[in-house]
């Protein structure tokens, strides 16, 4: 004997809006990864930037195009090497004036210089200085005396 079934109900169904995937290569969704990218390196430049600003100390200079930005800030002067005989090079020592040593120097001027100019020094700051005859061994062997930097100049 064979079982009757039951009649299958149909079911309702639902209408479903189809729409299309969006594109990775749609004009607006590359604007906005464009736009994030922007901000995002820019945010990283501005980071690295301040960084190294902290880092380099609280005076920084800069140099554009041969123009200094901290200009009317330095001094410099020219000191007389006179000839020295036995001299193949120059020291030369100096600070400002009430500091404890010689802290600054310039070392290893040739003996055929007679003149050289110190520059950065503060300005306002008075400083002094000696200098030092080097002999074929490296060896000091003439002092000057201690003297008073004269006539400074802007730089």
């Known amino acids: 004997m064979k079982k009757k079934s039951a009649p299958k109900k149909a079911a309702a169904r639902k209408t479903v809006k189809r729409t299309t995937p969006r594109s990775s290569h749609s004009p607006a969704f590359n604007q906005t990864i464009i736009f994030r990218r922007i901000v995002i390196t820019s945010a990283c430049l501005v980071l690295f930037v301040g960084i190294i600003a902290t880092f380099n100390g609280s ?88 003297k008073p930097f004269s006539n400074l100049q802007p730089e």
Request: proline share 7%.
């Open 59 to 146: 005076s920084v200079r800069q140099e554009v195009a041969g123009i200094r930005t901290v200009a009317g800030l330095f001094e410099q002067t020219t000191i007389e090497l006179p000839p020295v005989p036995n001299a193949v090079s120059y020291n030369i020592y100096y600070k400002a004036v009430g500091e404890p040593t010689f802290s600054n120097a310039v070392r290893n001027i040739p003996s055929s210089v007679h003149s050289y100019t110190i520059s950065d020094l503060k300005k306002g700051v008075t400083y002094e200085y000696y200098y030092s005859a080097v002999d074929t061994t490296g060896k000091e062997f003439l002092f000057s005396p201690v």
